[in-house]
């Protein structure tokens, strides 16, 4: 009797929980059993494994082999045992050291012919692996994907016999190539191409500066859309860890990759059900808002989403993350995103526009608006409306403001919340006390404010941060009176839709 283990990992949302492959060979008549909580996936890898083993030149032994996939109550799916099963075999066998399986962790599906093919939402699992320090065993089909870590223990094998020789000693296999440092130019849109919109620049310069939520409201082409697109540009490139952790996110939702260091930014359609944007199917993936983590939401046409979408919102907005709840399993995924939303004034869109009239009745605008519930709407901090500005018949008017100038006004600011270890917008409770509590001045302004209006407790913290955005951008040591009115402004229609 003869028995070898092989490491692994199964992959259950961000966590990659490891798996032992224990592979038993005894006397009896030939047979593969595979055990521990296994999908279909995996106990068709029996053909797979044994037709790989014997076109790769290799034998399959006689008798009767059990593999135990362990623990055996943790879900197993996808083709990714292929491989260590394949390898297990042949250590219990005699075909290949035991020893030489140590410290080190095997993914990949195997052909028929022995080749080996790329394994989807491999990423996290290699993380993890190299957290632990060990040794990785990979498709070379999946090196563009494993390209992003760093580390030299990730070793590429294009066919089974190629993971034998190098586990035999008699070859090596290559590595992933390290990442490429060289400093790569982010290409994002320029807001000198928004020609007039003052006060709606002026909001998006604030939400970039303290990562606020934000919402736009206004007619057809007054510039919703590109103000939109080019908040990208205002905000930080990703960390090293954070650009990982991104690929990682797109990596399980089988998307393709974002290009290193950028911002995320997710623009579902209106017609997105809730499972799509904060994730969900029978096996929990990422949805948008985890696609937009360190990044920016973009949800136009926001009273045409589903009401149900529309309320799962609530939570991640709040705590930063997503739990995802399915009968086999609980995935917890982060959504720390920054929303900025866009709609029009009424249904047909021109309510309040000078130039065409509006053909909704006062009822039906009610009724349009409505659709933001309360509860969502306390959960923006910021609001804008736009005009339509006049048409310009050149591309760029010489007043405005380029993304380079903006980004100069925002980097004190950025500055001074890097210190505080968080930004305005992600303030907890005691840190919003701390950091952002006005003078007598502004909290007169406040207090007056919060009972006209009926303000929450949560709408006036967040007042409270973005006030103390404002007064970072003007270089205030607190956050004073002026500040505070100037949030007010941008909180008044948040409250109200449009």
């Given at each position: 009797m003869q028995l070898a283990t092989v490491s692994t990992r199964t992959q259950?949302?961000?966590?990659?929980?490891?798996?032992?492959?224990?592979?038993?060979?005894?006397?009896?008549?030939?047979?593969?059993?595979?055990?521990?909580?296994?999908?279909?996936?995996?106990?068709?890898?029996?053909?797979?494994?044994?037709?790989?083993?014997?076109?790769?030149?290799?034998?399959?032994?006689?008798?009767?082999?059990?593999?135990?996939?362990?623990?055996?109550?943790?879900?197993?799916?996808?083709?990714?045992?292929?491989?260590?099963?394949?390898?297990?075999?042949?250590?219990?066998?005699?075909?290949?050291?035991?020893?030489?399986?140590?410290?080190?962790?095997?993914?990949?599906?195997?052909?028929?012919?022995?080749?080996?093919?790329?394994?989807?939402?491999?990423?996290?699992?290699?993380?993890?692996?190299?957290?632990?320090?060990?040794?990785?065993?990979?498709?070379?089909?999946?090196?563009?994907?494993?390209?992003?870590?760093?580390?030299?223990?990730?070793?590429?094998?294009?066919?089974?016999?190629?993971?034998?020789?190098?586990?035999?000693?008699?070859?090596?296999?290559?590595?992933?190539?390290?990442?490429?440092?060289?400093?790569?130019?982010?290409?994002?849109?320029?807001?000198?191409?928004?020609?007039?919109?003052?006060?709606?620049?002026?909001?998006?310069?604030?939400?970039?500066?303290?990562?606020?939520?934000?919402?736009?409201?206004?007619?057809?082409?007054?510039?919703?859309?590109?103000l939109a697109r080019?908040?990208?540009?205002?905000?930080?490139?990703?960390?090293?860890?954070?650009?990982?952790?991104?690929?990682?996110?797109?990596?399980?939702?089988?998307?393709?990759?974002?290009?290193?260091?950028?911002?995320?930014?997710?623009?579902?359609?209106h017609s997105a059900s809730a499972a799509a944007l904060v994730g969900g199917s029978p096996k929990p993936k990422p949805g948008e808002i985890s696609l937009a983590h360190h990044g920016v939401l973009f949800l136009d046409e926001l009273p045409e989403f589903s009401r149900p979408a529309l309320e799962a919102l609530r939570e991640p907005l709040e705590t930063g993350r997503i739990t995802i709840a399915r009968a086999g399993q609980t995935c917890e995924f982060p959504a720390c995103f920054q929303l900025v939303a866009a709609m029009n004034p009424c249904p047909c869109g021109y309510a309040g526009d000078p130039s065409r009239d509006c053909r909704c009745s006062p009822d039906l605008v009610r009724r349009y608006q409505q659709r933001l519930s309360g509860p969502l709407l306390d959960r923006i901090d910021m609001s804008v409306a736009l005009t339509r500005s006049p048409f310009l018949f050149t591309e760029r008017s010489e007043g405005n403001e380029t993304t380079a100038g903006m980004l100069a006004a925002i980097a004190p600011a950025l500055h001074l919340q890097r210190q505080r270890g968080a930004r305005n917008a992600r303030l907890g409770a005691a840190a919003t006390r701390e950091f952002c509590w006005p003078d007598s001045a502004g909290m007169r302004v406040l207090e007056k404010a919060a009972a006209r209006y009926g303000m929450s407790m949560r709408a006036c913290d967040r007042v409270l941060r973005v006030a103390r955005t404002i007064a970072d951008l003007e270089g205030a040591r607190t956050t004073n009176a002026p500040a505070i009115t100037e949030a007010l402004a941008f909180r008044s229609l948040a409250g109200s839709a449009c």
């Open positions: 259950t949302g961000l966590s990659a929980p490891p798996v032992r492959v224990e592979v038993h060979i005894s006397a009896g008549l030939p047979a593969l059993s595979i055990s521990g909580l296994v999908e279909t996936a995996v106990k068709e890898s029996r053909d797979r494994v044994c037709a790989a083993i014997r076109n790769s030149g290799l034998q399959v032994p006689d008798g009767r082999i059990v593999v135990s996939l362990a623990p055996a109550d943790l879900p197993k799916s996808g083709s990714r045992f292929d491989l260590p099963i394949a390898l297990g075999i042949l250590a219990a066998s005699g075909q290949l050291p035991p020893e030489r399986l140590a410290g080190c962790e095997c993914y990949g599906e195997l052909a028929l012919s022995g080749e080996l093919q790329s394994v989807p939402a491999l990423l996290p699992s290699v993380m993890h692996a190299q957290g632990k320090g060990r040794a990785v065993l990979v498709p070379a089909k999946c090196a563009a994907e494993l390209a992003r870590l760093h580390g030299e223990n990730i070793y590429l094998a294009e066919h089974l016999l190629d993971a034998v020789r190098f586990l035999q000693g008699s070859a090596e296999l290559p590595k992933v190539p390290p990442p490429d440092n060289a400093e790569t130019l982010l290409n994002y849109e320029d807001f000198a191409d928004v020609c007039g919109q003052h006060q709606a620049r002026r909001a998006m310069l604030i939400a970039a500066a303290g990562g606020h939520n934000i919402l736009m409201c206004g007619s057809p082409g007054t510039g919703k859309s590109m080019r908040l990208p540009a205002l905000l930080p490139p990703l960390s090293d860890a954070a650009a990982l952790e991104s690929a990682a996110l797109h990596s399980l939702a089988r998307q393709p990759l974002p290009e290193w260091r950028k911002t995320p930014f997710r623009a579902p359609h």
